[in-house]
């Protein structure tokens, strides 16, 4: 159904673009393209005016979990006792067969659990030996059966095969890593040939050629009010050390995902743009949006304030001090929220809706090719204390074709991963 289209203009856009029957009557084909394509450099660019599908006619979530592991309601439930305890997960992902894995930070375990929901085997234990864990802090799905663990620091890379079985470990020297501008709290993700990225501070890094001062984005948030969020250079680690240039992203905080077949990594570049690169950093695609995120209504702030209250206490945090003064208003909500990746390779943007709930609480679905499919609401209780679910620092989710991972808490911060059905109309 989805295939790749050049376009010189809008106005050359052809019906068979879309990819769907229409109607061959002149309403449709006076109707404006929902995105156009063309060729800059070598670079394709999409540039997205509104979704392919409307509301009612795209796919949908089941409002519902089909299936959840741990929690607090029913402690006699599997999953529930003290050998299998989910908390401090960090890690999610779902294998063809069912196997649910889920990465324990504080545990230092990777736990398989069948599809019925018994668990199967651990995975690791706490040490430094082959296959074992100081504090794992990573876990990436590599289709069709691979399972790779970052341990704490840039320790060790271990991969496992769909049963838990270790096939490999890379120990990472930290010292040639720092050498290079990297530091424990880089960011890293695993690439499938043994190598992975690392980002580092511009100002820091002088292995690119790329310029990535100039990339700064202001960003305001209930939690951090305003902050200028400066840039970070991603670098490919090779077997050697050998530093590859890999790209600029718009901060320190920048928002990476990786997926598809064959894998791509998905990096925002500030505003409405996220650059899709190939696995040796080559730019192959640009995923633009010409809408704006929703205003940010009292009603909405108020509510955003409300539920960054509710998640300090879940958290134990202390309050915000007094004499720092209220937390700035909001001015505007930022495009990119977070983003997943399906294995299949449809880029899954979290982002904020127009219900002034207070939380980012739907994502936009774009396919393989890089065009805005539909917009689906999600969590479905907006009113849980789920403010930093799917976020880029906090608890993790994971996105197939068939079924959406999270990890929710309750109000007593007991974490349980519930996993809820797509459903496909397309």
């Known amino acids: 159904m989805f295939r790749q289209v050049t376009i010189v203009a809008a106005l050359s856009l052809s019906l068979a673009a879309s990819g769907c029957e229409r109607p061959a009557d002149d309403s449709a084909a006076e109707a404006d393209p929902t995105f156009t394509v063309w060729d800059s450099a070598g670079v394709e660019i999409v540039e997205n005016h509104a979704p392919e599908y409307a509301d009612g006619e795209f796919w949908t979530i089941d409002p519902e979990p089909e299936f959840v592991l741990g929690g607090s309601e029913n402690p006699g439930e599997l999953a529930n006792d003290s050998a299998q305890l989910i908390w401090s997960v960090v890690g999610l992902a779902r294998l063809p067969d069912g196997t649910v894995a889920v990465l324990s930070s504080e545990n230092k375990q990777l736990m398989l659990f069948e599809a019925s929901g018994e668990l199967a085997r651990i995975v690791g234990g706490p040490g430094e030996g082959p296959g074992e864990f100081t504090r794992p802090e990573r876990l990436q799905y590599l289709p069709p059966d691979t399972l790779v663990v970052w341990d704490y620091f840039l320790r060790a890379v271990d991969y496992f095969d769909s049963s838990g079985e270790l096939l490999r470990e890379r120990t990472v020297d930290y010292a040639r890593l720092r050498d290079l501008g990297a530091w424990g709290e880089s960011r890293r993700i695993p690439l499938p040939d043994g190598s992975f990225l690392v ?228």
Not at 257 to 262: L, T
Not at 308 to 334: F, N, S, T
Request: with cysteine; proline share 9%; net charge negative.
């Open 199 to 426: 980002g580092v501070m511009d100002t820091i890094a002088d292995a690119s050629p790329d310029d990535c001062t100039h990339l700064t984005v202001t960003s305001q948030s209930a939690r951090f009010g305003e902050m200028v969020l400066h840039a970070e250079e991603l670098l490919k680690i090779d077997d050697s050390y050998a530093a590859h240039p890999f790209g600029c992203s718009s901060s320190f905080f920048s928002l990476l995902a990786a997926g598809g077949d064959p894998p791509s990594f998905y990096i925002r570049n500030g505003g409405n743009e996220v650059h899709q690169r190939s696995m040796d950093g080559t730019l192959v695609r640009i995923i633009r949006r010409t809408t704006e995120p929703p205003p940010v209504t009292d009603k909405a702030w108020q509510a955003e304030l409300a539920h960054l209250e509710a998640y300090r206490e879940m958290m134990g945090w202390p309050p915000r001090p007094e004499e720092e003064g209220p937390v700035p208003r909001r001015e505007k909500y930022a495009s990119v929220e977070s983003m997943l990746v399906s294995p299949e390779g449809f880029l899954w943007v979290k982002e904020w809706s127009a219900s002034e709930s207070g939380i980012p609480d739907q994502w936009s679905v774009f396919s393989p090719d890089g065009r805005w499919l539909g917009v689906l609401p999600f969590p479905p209780d907006p009113g849980a204390p789920d403010y930093q679910m799917c976020g880029r620092d906090a608890t993790p989710c994971w996105v197939g074709r068939d079924y959406f991972l999270a990890v929710r808490r309750d109000e007593l911060g007991v974490e349980r991963v519930e996993g809820y059905r797509i459903r496909r109309r397309t």
